[in-house]
């Protein structure tokens, strides 16, 4: 929750956004007011010309439900961690472990915000504990308020599609 998935969309959306933030029925946590209940939803074309369709999922595993929803067809996962949280890192694998099953590990990437603040932990740690962790992804550096860092991720994602290798099916 707060790491910047609505923003995220509605920095990189071509046409808009449909979203469903509501006020915080707690009040505000620092200076987030609303949190997502439904799903964000945007659109964006890349360069070569495909037209992603872009779907946030509620942070908070109450709304688990609307991951199952989500996640079917999908093309790949963005994780955004919020760096400046206690346990960034074991929120992430949260994450990666509840989404394993539903989308996989081929397509799925982690955006990491506010290590311009909260340097502490870097991106290694990230990394090694997600291979600990038998999680093999990117981890990248990212600030979902500026559009060629969000673009940044799904080229990634893009891009990790486009090496998949091709099992044939006979």
């Known amino acids: 929750m707060g790491a910047g ?28 007011t609303s949190t997502t209940v439904g799903l964000d939803y945007g659109t964006c074309e890349m360069a070569g010309g495909q ?28 994780v955004l961690a919020d760096n400046s949280r206690p346990d960034p890192i074991a929120e992430v694998e949260r994450y990666l472990r509840a989404f394993a099953g539903r989308i996989g590990p081929r397509r799925t990437i982690v955006g990491v915000g506010r290590l311009d603040t909260c340097p502490s932990p870097g991106l290694d ?30 080229s990634v994602l893009v891009s990790m599609a486009e090496t998949e290798p091709v099992i044939p099916t006979n």
């Open 51 to 78: 037209r992603l369709k872009l779907f946030g999922t509620p942070g908070q595993e109450r709304f688990a439900f609307m991951w199952d929803i989500l996640a079917t067809g999908a093309f790949g996962l963005i």
């Open 5 to 32: 998935k609505t923003t995220a969309i509605r920095c990189i959306s071509d046409n808009g956004t449909v979203s469903t933030d509501v006020p915080m029925s707690g009040g505000p946590i620092g200076d987030k």
């Open 125 to 154: 740690d990230y990394c090694a504990h997600l291979q600990a962790a038998g999680f093999v992804v990117p981890v990248i550096d990212v600030d979902v308020r500026r559009e060629a860092d969000v673009r940044l991720l799904l």
